[in-house]
């Protein structure tokens, strides 16, 4: 009986004096981290809105520069056209042999 009893006062001594100890800071370390990640994943987050904030406003500038200095397809089918006519004017010059200027040759 004696035996027993001193069996179970180790295992008792044993539990108290270390496993109690080691699970409690077992417990303490995995507070710890799961404390540091949450802090790290909000500060990743809040980057990443700012990151996010700062694309899309840099994008509507962007629309709005190319809203300014876009050209409008009237616009440049007018510019096209006088460019045809003024072409076509001076190939009509040339296919007519007037020439005002010949470049002093004769």
Not at 57 to 86: G, I, M, N, P
């Amino acid at each position: 009986m004696h035996d027993a009893l001193t069996g179970s006062l180790d295992l008792a001594w044993w539990i108290t004096a270390v496993e109690l100890p080691a699970m409690g800071g077992l417990f303490w370390l995995i507070t710890k981290v799961r404390k540091d990640s949450d802090s790290a994943l909000d500060d990743l987050r809040a980057r990443a809105e700012e990151a996010q904030t700062q694309g899309r406003e840099s994008l509507a500038a962007y629309k709005l520069e190319v809203a300014k200095t876009y050209v409008s397809f009237a616009t440049l089918k007018d510019v096209e056209q006088r460019l045809t006519d003024h072409l076509l004017r001076i190939e009509t010059k040339l296919d007519s042999g007037f020439l005002p200027f010949d470049g002093g040759r004769r």
